[in-house]
């Protein structure tokens, strides 16, 4: 009898906060500077400098432990982890491991009760409407840390290179209970701290740039079993479907170690995204390893209740809320409020652009058909998005009033969407206003009816269709600046 397994899936999920300054000095956090222009004595470790923590950073580790449901530890400090690596200047890392910042949380996924998944035009999975499952994944803790520097491998010379740009970058991690057992779990998990992070302005979560990365710890055991199996630690992994993959190879792998009578070590490996496969990086650490001691230049953190409450009173509508709103005060398809509140920035566009008259429905279809569209071309997210709520309004607005086509408006939204111009201005100067000059149009009509006899005798022949090729052709010759209506009408008219 074959047997079954159950995958056990926890996650490691390391934030970047959105701070201007780094967590213990006053270096700059801005990504993409020139190598080491970002640093100071501090940040590099250079002995006798002294860290002062951002306030900013404990508040931001706060607002997401309140969304996530966590107890917040009122007297916290900060740890020593230490260990040696060229990226890590002073040889230990400032953490949280004996009283972190938040503790006992929760969040609450979806999944699709068939499991199956689609992919957004910002290359995040969401899943398809219909049956939901609906699961609590607990969160163990979350803790303030700092980030370490990058290394850059150089394989021409052989060498490898230190910035140390990243080094003291604020962290928040958010350590799951093993409470996930697939890859569209995990993968929901993530979606929801992305978005509630995001919504909360604590971070970018931009996985492509490393504020957002996550380390998979994954086991194997039979199903039924009580027991954990012995786990591997995933890392590398900067994309969703990277971790998608990394969790069908590395739970495959220890599957077949099992069946082979083979046993699982403890380890870290490293997912090679191009290769489809792991490989081992070092034995799994435990605790004791890194000789945690509590930071002897860092004072208790003492949190009170009054700083709670100010807080959670500054907490703005999270995405569950929205969509609730959404569905009650819109009435627009619950598939297109689950897409628009997948990012807050399309959801606050969403929101102003109606509050300036334009109607929801054809609001969602604009940015749902497409926006969506380009972003999906450009293998951008939704924040890349830069027009003006008050241009995408006017656009709506023109093709109401049919002062512009619809082939028309979607050749002025590609120009306002890389541009942000007015449309009202852009169609007056272009040209490419509406025709309502009857004789014009009726003219364009006679000529097309005569250059396709064997349409029109199609259509006089009861072939309703054919009229349709005769619209298409008319708006050619017109260059999209008819109105449709009125060419289809004049056509029946006219034959």
């Known amino acids: 009898m074959t047997k079954e397994y159950e995958i056990v899936i926890g996650l490691e999920v390391h934030v970047e906060l959105a701070t201007k300054t780094k967590i213990f000095c006053g270096c700059s956090t801005a990504f ?5 222009t970002h640093t100071c004595p501090v940040c590099t470790g250079m002995p006798g400098t002294l860290p002062v923590l951002n306030r900013q950073v404990v508040e931001y580790a706060i607002a997401v432990g309140l969304a ?46 068939d499991n ?17 499952n609906r699961k609590r994944i607990g969160i163990h803790e979350i803790h303030m840390e700092e980030d370490a520097g990058k290394l850059i491998h150089d394989e021409t010379e052989g060498s490898s290179l230190v910035d140390y740009n990243r080094s003291g970058v604020p962290l928040i991690e958010i350590v799951s209970e093993p409470d996930m057992r697939s890859a569209d779990e995990v993968i929901a998990y993530l979606e929801k701290l992305r978005t509630t992070i995001q919504y909360l302005g604590a971070s970018d979560c931009k ?41 069908e190879g590395e739970s495959a792998r220890q599957i077949g170690l099992i069946e082979s009578g083979e046993k699982i070590v403890q380890e870290t490996r490293r997912w090679d995204e191009q290769k489809g496969m792991s490989y081992t990086m ?4 435990d605790a004791q390893d890194y000789r945690y ?18 807080i959670r009173a500054k907490q703005p509508e999270l995405r569950e809320a929205k969509m609730a709103r959404y569905k009650e005060t819109f009435g627009i398809p619950d598939y ?69 086509t619809t082939t028309v408006a979607k050749e002025i939204f590609e120009v306002m969407f890389t541009e942000d111009i007015d449309p009202s201005v852009y169609a007056e100067e272009k040209g490419l206003k509406t025709v309502h000059d009857e004789s014009a149009l009726r003219r364009t009509v006679e000529q097309v009816i005569a250059d396709n006899p064997q ?29 449709p209506e009125s060419v289809k009408r004049l056509l029946v008219e006219l034959l």
């Not at 993409?32 to 080491?36: E, I, Q, R, S, V």
């Not at 009580?226 to 995933?234: F, I, N, P, V």
């Not at 930071?295 to 700083?307: A, G, M, R």
């Open 32 to 36: 993409g500077g020139a190598p080491n």
């Open 68 to 113: 996530t449901n966590c107890s917040i530890t009122q007297y916290c400090k900060f740890d020593r982890k230490n260990y040696f690596y060229p990226d890590n200047p002073q040889n230990y890392q400032i953490s949280q491991l004996y009283l972190p910042v938040c503790r006992n949380g929760y969040v609450e996924i979806e999944t699709a009760e």
């Open 116 to 132: 199956m998944t689609k992919e957004c035009s910002n290359g995040l999975y969401g899943v398809q409407e219909g049956e939901r």
């Open 207 to 247: 996985l492509q740039e490393g504020s957002m990365r996550a380390d998979v710890n994954i086991s194997v055991r039979e199903k039924g079993a009580a027991g954990l199996g012995t786990r591997t630690e995933m890392k590398n992994l900067n994309s969703f479907h990277a971790i998608r993959h990394a969790i």
């Open 282 to 285: 070092r034995s799994k650490e």
């Open 293 to 310: 001691f509590p930071d002897p230049d860092l004072v208790p953190v003492h949190i009170s209740e009054e700083w709670i409450g100010q």
């Open 336 to 404: 297109d409020i689950r897409i628009i509140t997948d990012s807050k920035h399309m959801a606050d566009l969403f929101e102003t652009t109606v509050a300036l008259g334009a109607q929801p429905k054809k609001v969602s279809n604009w940015l749902m058909g497409e926006a969506l569209r380009i972003l999906k071309e450009r293998e951008e997210d939704a924040e890349a998005i830069r027009f003006s709520p008050a241009h995408l309004a006017t656009l709506i607005a023109l093709v109401d009033q049919k002062a512009i």
């Open 455 to 483: 349409s029109v005798a199609d259509y006089r022949g009861g072939k309703e269709k054919a009229i349709g090729y005769l619209v298409g052709q008319t708006m050619k010759a017109m260059k999209g600046k008819a109105d």
